[in-house]
């Protein structure tokens, strides 16, 4: 009985000591997983003329959804505009099946890949002005709070990156 009673008292002063971290050297490999937010997400459309790999920054896209704001007056390019979700692209994903929906009412605005020499689509220009560009950035309105849903791309694209048909989402 006092043996057992030692060797739970060694345990219990010696687990914090082990337990305790440690400072992580050349020689050490470090095992803690931090959940990161993602960089950057791919659109890939099913038909692709135009040969360029559309990859758009999430950070920059959000951005952009913050500086447009929520707003419906028409503007020269006819953007942003809401956007129906026929698709039901968010419906399969349970964090964004209930901000993002058609009751939600959600705006589409165009976005450019990371690589395009057009940075950003200009509301006070019309869209025959404008460097087309196959992809979107959507939010919705929840409760007067501006909500990205994510960013979607025309499932076929030009070889002048036009888009056309339904949309798909960027993974």
Sequence with gaps: MQLTKAILALALVVSPILAAPT????????TNVEARAVDTVSCTPDQNQSGVKFEVDVKAAKALAQKIGWTTDSTKSDYPHPF??????????PLEANK???KTRMLEYPVYWTKSKVKEWDPSKKKKEQQKTPIRIVYSNLNGALH??????????????GGSGDFKLCQ
């Design 23 to 30: 400072e992580v050297g050349e020689g050490s490999v470090n």
């Design 84 to 93: 129906g979700d026929k698709e039901k692209l968010w419906a399969h994903i």
């Design 100 to 102: 993002c929906n058609s």
């Design 148 to 161: 990205y849903c994510g960013t979607m791309i025309h499932k076929t694209v030009a070889k002048d990156f």
